[in-house]
């Protein structure tokens, strides 16, 4: 029996990178886990399979398709999963839309409008709108809830562009100030600052471009960091504070799949 069984996760956007790597590390401890993206059915990286892989981790995987980008879906996410379960022990807000084509250098006269509300829209009003309707579902989780915000050091200096950038800092200050109102509660709220990570998007990106991503973060890698520190006694006392992956995987001994332990993120920056 894992250290997270009997607990109900909601992890948005989970059909494949960091989301789906944060899932399975939560079905690896036995959590029941709904996971929600809008690519649906057999394939590679759909919900339904990352559902059935947190099943075969040794948790529950449950999916639901949601687009992340239309209120009335995330609505009617968080009703579905109010009539299956009385409470949410833990929302992860990933869920994240890659601007097409991605938004990668250039200056923002040069990218469409539409940038913005993919990566504004979806990577931080999107996480506003699940965490406004999982509150009472959280408010009524039994032994404490608590709320992981994925970021990205995109939040304190420049990643990619403006927007994503703009995106991540409000994101940042979001949680910040989220956990202040939490705290009467009794709900942490933290932020999550992976480094380089070998998702999918960019394992296809380092074929067509020779990376080498030896050095990479994996999804699981970072999603074992994360079903760690929700464990960790002193959560509390963490709330509204940047947690940076690789000092999670230090403190909490953490190896990713392949045995090994990613070096420190080589553009890490503090505020």
């Not at 789906?20 to 939560?26: D, E, Q, T, V, Y």
């Not at 649906?40 to 559902?51: F, K, V």
């Not at 608590?146 to 304190?156: F, K, L, T």
Request: hydrophobic fraction near 40%.
């Amino acid at each position: 029996m894992g250290k997270l069984t009997g607990k109900i996760a909601v992890v948005t956007g989970a059909s494949r990178g960091i989301g789906k790597g944060i899932a399975l590390a939560l079905g690896e401890q036995g959590a029941t886990v709904y996971v929600t993206g809008r690519t649906t059915g057999d394939g590679e990286r759909t919900i339904d399979t990352a559902a059935r892989q947190i099943t075969e981790a040794g948790g529950e995987g449950r999916a639901i398709a949601c687009d992340h980008g239309d209120d009335a879906q995330i609505k009617a996410l968080f009703e579905k999963i109010a009539s299956e379960v009385s409470h949410i022990d833990l929302l992860v807000n990933n869920v994240y839309k890659i601007p097409n084509p991605p938004a990668w250098g250039g200056g923002y006269w040069d990218h469409p409008i539409q940038v913005w509300d993919d990566q504004v829209g979806i990577g931080l009003r999107a996480h506003y709108v699940a965490s406004w309707h999982a509150a009472a579902l959280m408010f009524a989780s039994p032994t404490g809830a608590a709320m992981v915000n994925v970021s990205s050091p995109g939040g304190q200096s420049y990643h990619f562009s403006s927007s994503y950038g703009a995106g991540k800092a409000g994101l940042d200050r979001l949680t910040a100030d989220m956990a202040v109102e939490l705290e009467p509660k009794g709900i942490p709220a933290v932020v999550l600052y992976p480094g380089s990570v070998s998702t999918e998007f960019i394992q296809d990106a380092a074929e067509s471009q020779g990376m080498d991503l030896s050095n990479s973060q994996t999804p699981l890698f970072v999603g074992r960091t994360v079903a760690a520190v929700i464990q960790a006694p002193d959560l509390m006392k963490r709330s509204g504070s940047i947690l940076w992956v690789e000092d999670l995987a230090e403190e909490f001994d953490i190896l990713d799949e392949h045995g090994k332990r990613p070096p420190p993120y080589e553009q890490r920056v503090t505020k």
